[in-house]
């Protein structure tokens, strides 16, 4: 119950935080073209309602991942994006009723970048 409670304040916390990390040393290797690959990640932490339905604070959808992954790398001078890896979890069960109504979620979108 105290792991529970923990996790539900350290989402809470963190609730409508765009995350985005960039690799961009990757030993020299290139992809296909001949490119240099560099490799971006972009998490979102919200809180939603009625077992993760609707936003209330942040929006952690696909799409709205998506457009910040998309909007991360256009800032940093990128016009390819190819993404590879894309998922999320809603933690609807973490303290039974409670986030039944108020949900934390996650999703993530990563991808290579040039």
Known sequence: MIRSLTLLLA???CTGCVFNTRCENLNGLTNNDGEAIVYQETSIVA??????V???IGDASLEN???EFTRQ????GDTNVQITQSGGMNFWWLVP???WFI???TSYVSGDVR
Request: proline share 4%; no cysteine.
């Open 11 to 13: 989402a809470l916390l």
């Open 73 to 76: 790398a256009k800032e940093s």
């Open 103 to 105: 949900t934390p979620v």
């Open 97 to 99: 009723g409670v986030t």
């Open 65 to 67: 991942t998506v457009d």
């Open 54 to 56: 609707w936003s209330v």
């Open 47 to 52: 809180l939603h309602t009625i077992f993760g």
